[in-house]
């Protein structure tokens, strides 16, 4: 299911019913946990381990491993960071001690992502690593109004 309305049909309204929306099928990176093309946010405390398990999600993803609650294997594919952590200290011995192939993993250089800013070199590198399956943002989102994307997902 691509989630999407089909806002043509509807121009003249500012509101939808839920009955007019079309139910369809999900497409799962994890199934019934991680969907594609969709945003999966991990919200909790500070030091509660959300970049721990998105650093294992993105390993699982980089070989294809089984996911831990017995609901298959990930898709095998490449995924693009962003995060804050530094990443020779920090990012890259936590993937590889959950075992991911660093040679399918990309980060953000910028040392920002803004939606608005850079969407088109966004698209461009998606398009030039088709086999992404996942990006993920692991950042701390500003108070500015301009602030940084935060979670999981690939269109």
């Known amino acids: 299911m691509s989630g999407r309305i089909n806002t043509s049909a509807f121009s003249d309204r500012k509101s939808t019913p839920h009955d007019d929306v079309k139910v369809g099928d999900v497409s ?17 405390k500070t030091d509660v381990g959300k970049t721990l398990v998105v650093d294992d999600v993105v390993a699982r993803v980089t070989v294809g491993a089984e996911w831990p609650d017995g609901a298959g294997r990930a898709p095998v594919g490449e995924a693009l960071i962003f995060c804050e952590d530094p990443i ?27 939606i608005d800013h ?4 966004l698209k461009a590198d998606l398009a030039a690593h088709p086999e992404t399956r996942l990006s993920c943002s692991t950042r701390s989102p500003t108070t500015s109004s301009r602030a940084p994307t935060r979670g999981c997902g690939r269109s």
């Open 118 to 121: 850079h969407l088109g070199e």
């Open 28 to 44: 799962w990176l994890w199934p019934g946990r991680i969907p594609f093309g969709q945003i999966t946010l991990f919200a909790g």
């Open 88 to 114: 020779a200290a920090i990012q890259n011995p936590r993937l590889l001690a959950a075992g991911g192939d660093l040679a399918k993993v990309r980060h953000w250089r910028a040392p920002e992502f803004y």
